[in-house]
Nanobody, 127 residues
Framework: VQLVESGGGLVQTGGSLTLSCKVS????????IGWFRRAPGKQRDGLGC????????YYADAVKGRFNISSDKADNTVYLQMPDLKAEDSAGYYC?????????????????????WGQGTQVTVSS
């Protein structure tokens, strides 16, 4: 499986971005897909983890109610919609996959469960 993120960039506070994660080499149904971010000097944190198999998505408290994960199964692409961006959202954003067969707790969005990562896309929010 290979992942390619896109959609990052520079945006002003209050602006919006939608990141894309194109998955190739396997159907979305076989994997949990997670979105993570890492700000400078900080650890990589899970934002939301999703499986197309049951359509459930779990969000970290920091973004719950603001960020939204969706998917296009026909295009094997998962999206992270980020409205109302704040300066503290500035980070490198990554998507990653975990085989559902070996990650029963995928919804905890633990970095250690997700073994395949994209190259990341940078989001910078200017105040």
């Amino acid at each position: 499986v290979q992942l390619v993120e896109s959609g990052g960039g520079l945006v002003q506070t209050g602006g919006s971005l939608t990141l894309s994660c194109k998955v190739s080499g396997g159907p979305l149904d076989d994997y949990a897909i997670g979105w993570f971010r890492r700000a400078p000097g900080k650890q990589r944190d899970g934002l939301g983890c999703y499986t197309d198999r049951d359509g459930k998505t779990y969000y970290a408290d920091a973004v719950k109610g603001r960020f939204n994960i969706s998917s296009d199964k026909a295009d094997n692409t998962v999206y992270l919609q980020m409205p109302d961006l704040k300066a503290e959202d500035s980070a490198g954003y990554y998507c990653a996959t975990a085989p559902l067969s070996s990650a029963p707790y995928y919804y905890l969005c633990s970095v250690t469960d997700y073994g395949t990562w994209g190259q990341g896309t940078q989001v910078t929010v200017s105040s």
